[in-house]
């Protein structure tokens, strides 16, 4: 078992900035990837940003440039800085753990954070 605990979301101006957190908890050495997905009202969950294990991040398009993802092994914690922020960014963002376990392939979620980018 794995647990998230995100934090960091908030209401934001347009061309702000906030970073998120999420803090695992449990079997994470079963963890191989890390990331963000996102889903605003009416859309799909999206790819936001993953941190692979001794691997390349990889991010969405439209956030390239503009977000940021890190980690810190020490405190088993992933960030997300986002920048630039904008309108269309806002969404409840997910943090995801994947990995392997002797049961199998697992996928972990966490519970959600609001971001809200407004004038």
């Known amino acids: 078992q794995v647990q998230l605990v995100e934090s960091g979301g908030g209401l934001v101006q347009p061309g702000g900035s906030l970073r998120l957190s999420c803090a695992a908890s449990g079997s994470i050495g079963d963890i191989n990837a890390m990331g963000w997905y996102r889903q605003a009202p009416g859309k799909e969950r999206e790819l936001v940003a993953t941190?692979?294990?001794?691997?390349?991040?990889n991010y969405a398009d439209s956030v390239k440039g503009r977000f940021t993802i890190s980690r810190d092994n020490a405190k088993n914690t992933v960030y997300l800085q986002m920048n630039s922020l904008k309108p269309e960014d806002t969404a409840v963002y997910y943090c995801?753990?994947?990995?392997?376990?002797?049961?199998?392939?697992?996928?972990?979620w966490g519970q959600g954070t609001q971001v809200t980018v407004s004038s």
């Open positions: 941190i692979p294990n001794g691997g390349d991040t």
């Open positions: 995801y753990a994947r990995g392997w376990a002797v049961t199998g392939p697992f996928l972990y």
